[in-house]
């Protein structure tokens, strides 16, 4: 329909639409033609079918066994019942419940109350460089990284030295030195 209008658009004589349309259903055809002829139909020998005819006691046998299996598939095994559940680690068991007179509470005693200085959190060598101006120390805090020299400060905590494995780091508030190695 949609090339009937389209030639009409254009306002062709019919024998050019003919003409066309005809060009059309030969290339279809063509195109979906198998691609060669098919063969002839082969005629059985006398021979061919005395193999055949031989051979059909050991058909028969093949299409027992298949019967066979079939009925085999047919019936389905039960499953035996479980003899150990691997998820169940044992029954709960319950426990001895002890009945005793009501306790007496005692009277609360107030124990004085010690103030414990929270724990300092060194931070970490992370690596040394050498530079020309001398050593300079990676350190890290958490996510922080910081590049200190010898006599630098961050935080609470001053670089006392800085040798090719090691600094030396003072934390001022409890007066501590501690020596940080290289991991």
Same mark, same amino acid.
């Given at each position: 329909?949609?090339?009937?209008?389209?030639?009409?658009?254009?306002?062709?004589?019919?024998?050019?639409?003919?003409?066309?349309?005809?060009?059309?259903?030969?290339?279809?055809?063509?195109?979906?033609?198998?691609?060669?002829?098919?063969?002839?139909?082969?005629?059985?020998?006398?021979?061919?079918?005395?193999?055949?005819?031989?051979?059909?006691?050991?058909?028969?046998?093949?299409?027992?066994?298949?019967?066979?299996?079939?009925?085999?598939?047919?019936?389905?095994?039960?499953?035996?019942?479980?003899?150990?559940?691997?998820? *169940?680690?044992?029954?709960?068991?319950?426990?001895?419940?002890?009945?005793?007179?009501?306790?007496?509470?005692?009277?609360?005693?107030?124990?004085?109350?010690?103030?414990?200085?929270?724990?300092?959190?060194?931070?970490?060598?992370?690596?040394?460089?050498?530079?020309?101006?001398?050593?300079?120390?990676?350190?890290?805090?958490?996510?922080?990284?910081?590049?200190?020299? *010898?006599?630098?400060?961050?935080?609470?905590?001053?670089?006392?030295?800085? *040798?090719?494995?090691?600094?030396?780091?003072?934390?001022?508030?409890?007066?501590?030195?501690?020596?940080? *190695?290289?991991?």
């Amino acid at each position: 329909m949609a090339v009937l209008r389209f030639l009409q658009i254009l306002d062709m004589p019919r024998l050019t639409s003919a003409l066309l349309l005809g060009a059309g259903v030969l290339v279809t055809t063509w195109v979906s033609a198998p691609a060669a002829p098919t063969a002839p139909p082969v005629r059985v020998s006398a021979e061919d079918m005395a193999e055949i005819t031989a051979m059909a006691p050991i058909a028969a046998e093949v299409e027992q066994e298949v019967e066979r299996l079939r009925a085999q598939l047919a019936t389905v095994p039960q499953m035996p019942t479980p003899t150990r559940d691997p998820f *169940s680690f044992g029954a709960p068991r319950p426990s001895p419940r002890v009945r005793t007179a009501t306790p007496v509470e005692p009277e609360p005693t107030t124990e004085p109350v010690v103030e414990v200085a929270p724990a300092i959190v060194w931070p970490t060598l992370t690596a040394v460089m050498a530079e020309t101006s001398g050593q300079t120390a990676v350190i890290a805090w958490g996510d922080a990284i910081e590049f200190l020299k *010898s006599g630098d400060s961050y935080k609470d905590f001053r670089v006392v030295s800085v *040798s090719g494995s090691s600094i030396d780091v003072h934390h001022i508030p409890s007066n501590t030195t501690k020596t940080l *190695s290289l991991r």
